[in-house]
C-alpha cells in the first residue's frame, strides 16, 4: 500500500481522501473521493450535477486530461418547448448577474469524468470512493466558511424557489444556514448510496437519469434522455509549457483556463523574472494584464480555441505582450502518492440553478447561466458542445522525479492563483506553503477600468497603466489553492490555501514526515 497525500478545501473533503487512502486507493481514487464529499457538503459553492476535470500524470505514462464538464442540451428537444431561465440579481462579488431554474441546467459531467478516471487509474471499489459522502449527508456536517458567505446573497434569489432545494440552504425560520450549522440531507444520501451500487450510468442511463429528464419535461429544462445517453467523457492531450525546468501539463480547449496558465507560465519563464521587487511585479502585472486581456477577446467566446491557444503560446515564447492586446463557484482536490502518481481535479456547478432532482436530494448546476462564459444566447450553442470554463487543473513534473498537483477555485481568478503559487515555489524557491500563503495579484477590469487586484504586501510602486486596489489579506476573491507534491524518495508534502478552510490529510502508510 503506497502512500497518498491529498490537499482539498475542507477538513471533511480532506479526510475522505485519507480514508480512502487507507483502504489501498490510490491518488486518483483519494481525489475523486475527495471532490464527492466537496460536492456534497460545500453548499452553494459546487453540486454533484455540476462538471469536472481531472488532470492526471502516472509515474510510467504521459499526462493526460479527463473532460467531464456540462454540455449543451437539447437533443430532440421540441422546437416550441418553454425553458424556465430567469436572471437574477445579487451582492455577491461587489454585484452581479446570473441566471436561474431548470433551463440553466447544462448536462452534467463529473460523475462519467470520475468514472473514466478510476477505471483507467483506480484502486479501490469505486463504492468506496462515496462511502464518505453518503455518511456526511445521512448524518450531518457543518456549514463551510465558504458557504455561509455565498448564501448570504444566493441563499433567497438561487436556492429559495425549488422546494426541493431551499430546506437544506435554509434554517427552520426561513433565514440561510450559517457557518457551523449542521446540515443532513437524507434523499442526497440514498442517492449517493444508489450511485456507489450501481455506478455512475444511474444518472446517464438509469433511474436517476430518468429522473432528471422527468423534471425538465415538467419545469422547463432542457436535458433529454438523448442528452444523458450522448454524454461521454472525453480523454484530451493536456497543454504543455515550461518553467524553471518543470515540465507541466493542464487543462486543453475547449476549456479556457489551461491556455492562460501555459500562456501566463510562458511569459514568467521568458521575462527574466526572480522574485518580487517593484520592477518584477510591474512585469508579472504587465504580462497578467496582457494574458488576460486576450482571454476577454479571444478565448471567451465561441471560435478557435485551439488556434487562438497556439498563437498565445507562440506570443509567450517571443515574450510579446503587446501581440496578446489585439482586439465561486468552484473547488479543487489535489492529490499525489507515493508512486508519483499526480491527480489535479478541479469542479463546477456554476453559481447553481437552484434546481434538485425530486426526491433526490441531487442538485444541478447552472452553467447555461454563466453569463460572463456564455456570450452566444442557448440557441446558438448546438447540443452536445463543451461548455467554457477557466477551470485549469495542472500537474508538473521535475527531471530528478518530484511531481506535484496543482489548481484553484475562482473563476478568473484560477490562472493568476495558480500561476502566482508555482512563480513562487519555482523561480523565488519558496517552500510550497510560503508559495500558497504569500500575498497575490490579479490584473483584471474592474468598474469599467484596467486595474490590479492586490492583497497586502506586493509592492507597486512601479505599475503603470492599471489602477490598484487592495482587498485584505488572505482574501477569498483570489481562490483557494491547493498543492500536493511527491518527491522521488517517497516523501509528501502538501499545503492548503488559507484563503478557505481547506486541509492536508495523508493515508495509506506511514504519517508525513
Not at 425553458?83 to 436561474?100: H, K, N, P, Q, S
Not at 469524468?113 to 469505486?126: D, H, I, L, S
Not at 453559481?351 to 433526490?360: C, K, L, N
Not at 486595474?451 to 486596489?469: K, M, N, Y
Request: charged share 20%; with cysteine.
Amino acid at each position: 500500500m503506497s502512500r497518498s497525500l491529498v490537499a482539498a478545501a475542507s477538513a471533511e473533503a480532506a479526510e475522505a481522501g485519507q480514508q480512502v487512502a487507507d483502504a489501498g486507493g490510490s491518488a486518483v481514487d483519494v481525489a475523486i473521493a475527495a471532490a464527492l464529499v466537496s460536492m456534497t457538503t460545500e453548499l452553494g459553492i459546487v453540486s454533484p450535477g455540476g462538471g469536472a476535470f481531472l488532470t492526471i500524470w502516472s509515474p510510467d505514462g504521459d499526462p493526460v486530461v479527463i473532460d467531464g464538464y456540462a454540455e449543451m442540451p437539447g437533443r430532440g428537444l421540441p422546437p416550441d418547448a418553454v425553458v424556465d431561465a430567469r436572471t437574477v440579481a445579487m451582492g455577491y462579488g461587489g454585484g452581479m448577474e446570473t441566471i436561474v431554474g431548470w433551463g440553466s441546467v447544462a448536462t452534467p459531467g463529473a460523475f462519467a469524468g470520475f468514472k473514466t478516471a478510476w477505471e483507467r487509474f483506480g484502486r479501490a471499489p469505486w463504492h468506496e470512493l462515496l462511502a464518505p459522502s453518503v455518511d456526511l449527508a445521512r448524518h450531518g456536517f457543518p456549514v463551510s466558511a465558504a458557504s455561509g458567505y455565498y448564501l448570504q446573497y444566493a441563499h433567497d434569489v438561487v436556492y429559495g424557489w425549488d422546494d426541493e432545494t431551499a430546506p437544506s440552504y435554509h434554517r427552520p425560520n426561513g433565514t440561510a444556514v450559517q457557518h457551523g450549522d449542521i446540515v443532513r440531507n437524507e434523499a442526497l444520501a440514498s442517492t449517493l448510496e444508489a450511485l456507489g451500487e450501481e455506478g455512475a450510468d444511474l444518472l446517464y442511463q438509469g433511474d436517476l437519469g430518468r429522473a432528471l429528464v422527468d423534471a425538465c419535461a415538467e419545469r422547463g429544462g432542457r436535458i433529454t434522455a438523448e442528452d444523458l445517453r450522448a454524454y461521454e467523457a472525453v480523454v484530451r492531450d493536456p497543454l504543455h509549457t515550461v518553467l524553471g525546468g518543470w515540465r507541466i501539463a493542464t487543462n486543453a480547449p475547449p476549456a479556457i483556463g489551461g491556455i492562460t496558465v501555459a500562456t501566463l507560465l510562458t511569459y514568467l519563464e521568458r521575462l527574466g523574472l526572480q522574485g518580487w521587487s517593484a520592477l518584477d511585479v510591474a512585469k508579472i502585472a504587465a504580462a497578467q494584464d496582457a494574458v488576460f486581456s486576450f482571454r476577454r477577446t479571444d478565448l471567451d467566446n465561441d471560435g478557435d480555441r485551439l488556434t487562438a491557444a497556439e498563437f498565445a503560446l507562440a506570443s509567450a515564447d517571443r515574450a510579446d505582450l503587446a501581440a496578446l492586446h489585439r482586439s465561486p463557484s468552484t473547488i479543487h482536490v489535489s492529490a499525489v502518492d507515493a508512486t508519483g502518481l499526480a491527480c489535479a481535479i478541479t469542479s463546477s456547478a456554476g453559481y447553481g440553478s437552484g434546481a434538485t432532482i425530486p426526491g433526490t436530494g441531487f442538485g444541478l448546476n447552472n452553467s447555461l447561466g454563466e453569463i460572463e462564459l456564455m456570450h452566444a444566447t442557448f440557441d446558438e450553442q448546438p447540443p452536445g458542445t463543451r461548455l467554457a470554463s477557466n477551470m485549469a487543473p495542472t500537474v508538473a513534473r521535475h527531471p530528478d522525479g518530484t511531481t506535484l498537483a496543482i489548481g484553484s477555485p475562482g473563476a478568473d481568478r484560477i490562472t493568476s492563483a495558480i500561476g502566482t503559487v508555482l512563480y513562487n515555489g519555482i523561480i523565488c524557491d519558496m517552500s510550497i506553503e510560503e508559495a500558497v500563503d504569500a500575498p497575490r495579484l490579479h490584473a483584471e477590469v474592474f468598474e469599467g477600468a484596467p486595474t490590479l487586484a492586490v492583497e497586502p504586501g506586493v509592492d507597486t510602486s512601479l505599475v503603470e497603466d492599471l489602477h490598484v486596489r487592495e482587498l485584505p489579506p488572505h482574501s477569498m476573491y483570489f481562490g483557494g489553492v491547493q498543492i500536493a507534491m511527491a518527491h522521488p524518495n517517497g516523501e509528501l508534502e502538501g499545503a492548503a490555501d488559507p484563503r478557505r478552510s481547506g486541509a492536508v490529510r495523508i493515508g495509506g502508510g506511514t504519517a508525513l514526515t
